[in-house]
């Protein structure tokens, strides 16, 4: 199993950095808490050492890693150039859970950038980070590069017990717990190297406020724009088979599978078999339905936030323990359509896609 140092309070952290920045020096992984979600750390300036991100994580090698800096300065190490639109992003919201993609100077982090020209970077807004990052930089690692630590397209971690159950096998892996992450899911990521800003990722920054930041509109992602982290199709999926509905379709696939887990013969022996996770009420047979004894231990329900980003911080955790109860189907309804839930309708539609 991995190794957990505590990082929760002042002294213990103090006592945990000389462990994680040696092992950061030395090529070694160590994984972090951010705002968003727990990452997995190796020194971004070494190839070996990001090789083992790839290969931890089962990750293809040509999709690129985010590089997480201590501060705008950090950037300048990694940065061919940075935009002014890239300046005026970073000026609004570094630290937080913004990462621009900018320019790579050629002589340093290829391998995190996939081999890309371009490179993504971000300075996280927790102090966890920001003391592993700074004293890491004091130690001669210029930038941390960092993934979701997790193994690849599944469910990202914000808890430091959701690392250690993804990687049992990596006995040298330090993990830093730091508490649950405030914010809950990725960072947004903006592609500054091609001229006007485009959004390639949403995050919990509305893009509204992301555009008035940049001082322009935010511009359409074409065939053209770089690889990023956490764009593909199929990503942030559970063990379990997830499926994205609006609440009518809820409402009418309930209609009709719950009578028939009723009627089972040993429901209570067959184990659960649906979780569901909606936005608003369920009507009233619904609901005595599925708290009927018939039904005890079948259908598992949970209501999601009526807040974004409340939604946002807890997604990923119940979607873990919707997978730790062992349902094989997640029931989900689609979030509503209003800015602030582009990010965790993202998730949720890239989750559903690897069903």
């Known amino acids: 199993m991995p190794q957990l140092l505590s990082a ?4 213990d952290l103090q006592a945990a950095l000389p462990a994680a920045v040696q092992a950061l020096a030395a090529g070694g992984l160590v994984a972090f808490p951010t705002e968003t979600v727990y990452g997995l750390g190796a020194r971004a300036d070494d190839a070996a050492a990001v090789a083992g991100i790839f290969t931890a994580k089962g990750r293809p090698s040509d999709h690129p890693l985010i590089v997480h800096v201590a501060d705008a300065a950090g950037a300048e ?25 900018v320019p790579r100077r050629p002589d340093i982090a290829a391998a995190a950038a996939g081999g890309q020209a371009t490179v993504g970077l971000r300075c996280p807004d927790h102090p966890v980070a920001q003391a ?33 159950s993804e990687f049992p096998a990596l006995p040298d892996l330090l993990v830093l717990d730091g508490g649950p992450c405030a914010v809950g899911i ?9 001229g006007r800003p485009v959004l390639l990722r949403p995050g919990g920054l509305p893009a509204a406020a ?27 999926a559970p063990r379990a088979r997830l499926r994205l509905m609006d609440l009518q379709a809820l409402r009418a696939g309930l209609q009709v599978l719950l009578p028939g887990l009723r009627n089972a013969a040993s429901p209570t022996s067959a184990g ?3 979780a569901v996770y909606c936005h608003d009420e369920l009507p009233d047979d619904l609901q005595r339905s599925l708290a009927s004894s018939a039904l005890r231990g079948r259908v598992r329900l949970r209501r999601m936030p009526a807040d974004a980003a409340a939604a946002a911080q807890e997604l990923f955790a119940a979607l873990r323990e919707f997978d730790d109860g062992g349902v094989p189907l997640i029931w989900v309804e689609a979030p509503p359509a209003d800015p602030a839930w582009d990010g965790v309708r993202d998730r949720l539609q890239r989750a559903a896609a690897a069903a």
């Not at 555009?211 to 942030?236: F, I, K, N, Q």
Request: hydrophobic fraction near 50%; include cysteine.
């Open 8 to 11: 929760r309070d002042e002294p």
């Open 210 to 236: 992301i555009a008035a930041a940049a001082g322009e509109p935010l511009g359409e992602r074409g065939d053209d724009a770089p690889r990023a982290s956490g764009t593909l199709e199929a990503h942030y």
């Open 132 to 164: 592993l990052l700074r004293a890491a930089a004091a130690a001669g690692v210029p930038g941390v590069a960092a993934p979701s630590a997790n193994r690849f397209g599944q469910v990202s971690p914000t808890r430091a017990e959701h690392v250690m």
């Open 272 to 274: 659960p078999a649906l």
């Open 186 to 194: 990725e960072s947004a990521i903006v592609d500054c190297s091609r």
């Open 77 to 101: 190490a990694f940065a061919a150039d940075l935009p002014p639109v890239a300046r005026r992003l970073m000026a609004a919201f570094w630290p937080g859970p913004l990462t621009v993609i």
